[in-house]
């Protein structure tokens, strides 16, 4: 549809995919490397900025593979639930996917046949062939980068500088997906849309105690009851300072919109007349 191809062109603009003749800008470039939603393609190449290629590497896999959660059997709901609280990261559900990953990984690592890691995996309540595909998926991405000769930082996931650089990166690219709790029970405000959306029962938010009021996203399912999916908190500090202008000015009306508006002027000096002609 027209509207579609519109919107697709304007998400790519605000990426700074295009340049100002609509063609691929030389970022926008770099980014159709890789077979990844331009969004993440774009976290991706921030994370080199930002030291955390290591981690966003294992994030842009676990969301590009089949989703790595089992719908558990009737009665073994509360059993699944524990077994994934295990994984929680408070810092949100790309977090917590890192943890996953790192886990399976660990136990194929010491696994002595193919079984022992699928043992593991139906213990969990995890798929094993979607984290299995993730680690193709992680591989092809590494190979990628070593190809376009980009920096793989170091990991260092676990500390508190590195949460905030991968929530710099995944801002970096997912600016437009994110959503406040307007009342403070879980009914997701999205900035873009305006539309309500709740968390997905396998967020690691879902049922607990402390409910986020910011969030970033990885997507918003209609099909799964108006809800997000892959959900991270973050500061609004950390948005004003991230966004795009452009974008930010372009945002219908709301209320969030104007607590943001009241940040960025917070964290932005006063210009003087002089320097707003310059």
Known sequence: APESLMQALEDLDYLAALDNDGNLSEFGIIMSEFPLD????????????????????????????????????????????????RFSHPAGDHFTLINI??????????????????KWCRDYFLSCPALRM???????????????????SQPGFGSKENALNIKK??????FMHIARDVDGSGHYLM???????????????YNSRRIPEWVLFHEFSISEGN?????????????????????????????????LQEVINHLSPVSTPKEEQK
């Open 38 to 85: 331009p969004q993440l393609s774009k976290s991706l190449l921030a994370s080199c900025e930002f030291e955390c290629v290591d981690e966003m590497l294992t994030i842009a896999a676990m969301v590009t593979a089949p989703n790595c959660f089992l719908h558990p059997p009737p009665g073994t709901e509360e059993i699944a639930l524990t077994c994934w609280r």
């Open 101 to 118: 990953f790192n886990a399976f990984r660990e136990a194929s690592a010491s696994s002595t046949n193919q079984g022992d890691s699928e």
């Open 134 to 152: 993730a680690g193709v998926i992680r591989a092809e991405l590494v190979e990628i980068m070593k190809r376009i000769e980009l920096p793989i």
């Open 169 to 174: 990166a995944l801002l970096s690219g997912y």
């Open 191 to 205: 900035l873009t849309h305006r539309q309500v959306a709740q968390l997905h029962p396998f967020s690691s938010y």
């Open 227 to 259: 809800s997000i999916r892959v959900v991270s908190e973050i500061s609004p500090d950390l948005f004003a300072e991230l966004v795009p202008q452009y974008y930010f000015s372009n945002l219908p009306p709301s209320e969030s919109k104007d607590i």
